[in-house]
């Protein structure tokens, strides 16, 4: 089946630095991935749709510079937390669409992101 | 805006008994209806989906789901849990022809099942 790998799985870092998530689709290619947040005994927020080779869309109140996302293959795409805050920390849940056959998105395992 | 709406925040089942998840979605356009689970300590896992024809969708572990379209409705069934169910469940759905959609999720229902 199709895999979705982040790295890392989990990250502990302290205010005010910048955390990069990555987001690898192992043994397919993806236009599209997606970006999520989950905060604890709570559902998946979208945060941003991100497209290969071009922009990212981000959804109404989240901050496009301070998550930065870059598409740049078929196969990665990587969300970076900038000038960290604790009420960053979160679960950030990436997940790929796979086109053709099931024609499904495939979610990664999550990134714990603690910000002291 | 579109919307999912999961009416049971915890669920507490025994061994056996049957399950049944509802769910409701707001949108008025073509969906793609989901269910995840996601079990303690893992990742997002697809349970089964509905793209088009017959509205009875059957998934995986057991798991199925109708779609009445009258309703807005995709609710989850299972003749009879065990206790590895245990988990989150979670309702999504794609507006749109494709799941290249972004995909709006329910606020879950966590699942427990007594031994």
């Known amino acids: 089946g199709a895999v979705v790998s982040q790295h890392p799985s989990w990250v502990i870092c302290k205010s005010g630095t910048s955390v990069k998530i990555e987001c690898r689709s192992l043994d397919f290619q993806a236009t599209t991935m997606f970006w999520y947040r989950q905060f604890p005994k709570q559902s998946l927020m979208l945060m941003a749709t991100s497209n290969e080779g071009s922009k990212a869309t981000y959804e109404q109140g989240v901050e496009k510079d301070k998550f930065l996302i870059n598409h740049a293959s078929l196969t990665l795409s990587t969300l970076t937390v900038t000038s960290a805050h604790p009420e960053d920390s979160s679960f950030y849940i990436c997940?790929?669409?796979?086109?053709?056959?099931?024609?499904?998105?495939?979610f990664g395992p999550g990134t714990r992101l603690t910000v002291l | 805006a579109q919307s999912v709406s999961q009416h049971n925040h915890h669920v507490i089942l025994s061994e056996a008994a049957s399950l049944e998840l509802g769910c409701n979605y707001s949108?008025?356009?073509?969906?793609?209806l989901f269910w995840y689970v996601q079990y303690p300590g893992q990742h997002l896992q697809l349970l089964l989906k509905?793209?088009?024809?017959?509205?009875l969708v059957k998934g995986i572990k057991g798991f199925e789901a109708e779609f009445i379209k009258s309703k807005f409705s995709f609710n989850l069934r299972k003749p009879s849990v065990q206790w590895s169910d245990t988990a989150e469940y979670f309702c999504a759905v794609t507006p749109g022809y494709s799941s290249a959609s972004k995909i709006i999720f329910g606020s879950g229902t966590r699942l427990s099942i007594r031994p």
């Open positions: 997940s790929a669409h796979r086109q053709g056959g099931t024609d499904t998105q495939y």
């Open positions: 949108y008025g356009g073509t969906v793609n």
């Open positions: 509905y793209f088009s024809g017959d509205p």
